[in-house]
């Protein structure tokens, strides 16, 4: 099974594109066992790599855009 935590904890930092790749490959790896019936195994692994190409594919289109500045409304 794989271990998100201790992924994130063997990455430098907070850098979230080096932490999904190293999510991806590990989906992707067939010698790492997922959870899943063996029927789906290939179709799930497949989703979720493209789930994760996705997410960093939107994350970099939405690099440039500005960030609304939030608002503290606490009274």
Known sequence: M???KSLS???KGTQLYDFLEEVKMNVADIRKPINVPP???VSVR???CE???DMIIQRLKTADEPTE???DNWQ
């Open 2 to 4: 794989i271990d998100l």
């Open 39 to 41: 029927e789906m195994e």
């Open 51 to 53: 789930v994760i190409d």
């Open 69 to 71: 500045k939030a608002e």
């Open 46 to 48: 497949k989703a979720v």
């Open 9 to 11: 904890a063997s990455l």
